[in-house]
């Protein structure tokens, strides 16, 4: 078994407040969607692991300037971490403060099976508005179609569409960009047009409801891998039914 290939989640979420209980929310749904799964351990400045017995508590310490800590299995042959960051206002839709939960997992089969309840733990963790889980070796060219004449000039990698920086996006409920596997809150489906019966048969075949009423919604049966052409071409038919992804719609 290799560790090499990495399955990252990415979502977006209303910023923290003190006091806020869904950095514990992420960590917790984590590991209930994982059986097995403890992720009681720190990574030092000089890269040592270090075990969190009072985990919860050390994490709610570290909730703060609108993000939470690093904590992972402990594992460093079979990694799994999770942090959070602020996305300041000047950088995100409508200039509001967004909470970006990031999580790194293996991409092997037993995790492939996981993801989609793995990413709807973390979403729903976080209150999320919308986020996804994708390869990493994918999501590195898509984050290639983000550009901009004067602060990211370039050409889209195969293809696919130009999309805009976030703070150039009208409202936070719209995705920047789509993944392998998709969460859209109610409010980010609505916001994008999701679903219509008669024009996503194929997408609604795969997809399912959350407790919240936000969809997880899988682009292919199998990891995003754009060396395929029908990935690839399921990746440009999603872009094209969904113009309001990227801020491309006016």
Same mark, same amino acid.
């Not at 890269?47 to 050390?58: E, F, V």
């Not at 703060?64 to 299995?73: A, H, I, S, T, W």
């Not at 976030?166 to 969460?183: A, C, T, V």
């Given at each position: 078994?290799?560790?090499?290939?990495?399955?990252?989640? #990415?979502?977006?979420?209303?910023?923290?407040?003190?006091?806020?209980?869904?950095?514990?929310?992420?960590?917790?749904?984590?590991?209930?969607?994982?059986?097995?799964?403890?992720?009681?351990?720190?990574?030092?400045?000089?890269?040592?692991?270090?075990?969190?017995?009072?985990?919860?508590?050390?994490?709610?310490?570290?909730?703060?300037?609108?993000?939470?800590?690093?904590?992972?299995?402990?594992?460093?042959?079979?990694?799994?971490?999770?942090?959070?960051?602020?996305?300041?206002?000047?950088?995100?839709? *409508?200039?509001?403060?967004?909470?970006?939960?990031?999580?790194?997992?293996?991409?092997?089969?037993?995790? #492939? !099976?996981?993801?989609?309840?793995?990413?709807?733990?973390?979403?729903? *963790?976080?209150?999320?508005?919308?986020? =996804?889980?994708?390869?990493?070796?994918?999501?590195?060219?898509?984050?290639?179609?983000?550009?901009?004449?004067?602060?990211?000039?370039?050409?889209?990698?195969?293809?696919?569409?130009?999309?805009?920086?976030?703070?150039?996006?009208?409202?936070?409920?719209?995705?920047?960009?789509?993944?392998?596997?998709?969460?859209?809150? !109610?409010?980010?489906?609505?916001? #994008?047009?999701?679903?219509?019966?008669?024009?996503? !048969?194929?997408?609604?075949?795969?997809?399912?409801?959350?407790?919240?009423?936000?969809?997880?919604?899988?682009?292919?049966?199998?990891?995003?891998?754009?060396?395929?052409?029908? =990935?690839?071409?399921?990746?440009?038919?999603?872009?094209?039914?969904?113009?309001?992804?990227?801020?491309?719609?006016?």
């Amino acid at each position: 078994m290799t560790t090499r290939r990495r399955l990252g989640i #990415i979502v977006y979420a209303p910023a923290l407040v003190s006091s806020d209980g869904r950095t514990l929310a992420v960590v917790h749904g984590m590991e209930r969607a994982l059986p097995g799964l403890r992720l009681e351990w720190k990574v030092s400045e000089d890269g040592r692991l270090i075990a969190l017995p009072q985990r919860d508590a050390w994490l709610a310490e570290g909730t703060q300037d609108g993000g939470f800590p690093l904590v992972c299995n402990g594992d460093e042959s079979y990694p799994v971490t999770v942090y959070g960051l602020q996305t300041p206002g000047s950088q995100a839709p *409508g200039g509001q403060p967004l909470l970006d939960v990031h999580a790194k997992l293996p991409l092997d089969d037993a995790m #492939i !099976a996981a993801a989609p309840g793995v990413l709807e733990s973390v979403a729903e *963790g976080a209150c999320a508005l919308w986020g =996804h889980a994708t390869p990493s070796k994918v999501a590195v060219e898509i984050a290639g179609q983000t550009i901009d004449p004067v602060h990211k000039p370039g050409v889209p990698p195969r293809g696919l569409p130009a999309l805009k920086f976030p703070e150039k996006i009208r409202s936070r409920e719209i995705p920047h960009r789509l993944g392998w596997l998709n969460y859209w809150s !109610a409010a980010a489906a609505q916001a #994008i047009g999701f679903p219509d019966p008669s024009r996503d !048969a194929d997408l609604l075949s795969r997809a399912r409801r959350t407790e919240t009423g936000g969809w997880i919604v899988p682009l292919t049966e199998t990891p995003l891998d754009l060396d395929t052409p029908a =990935h690839l071409e399921a990746l440009m038919r999603a872009y094209e039914r969904f113009p309001e992804i990227g801020g491309r719609v006016k």
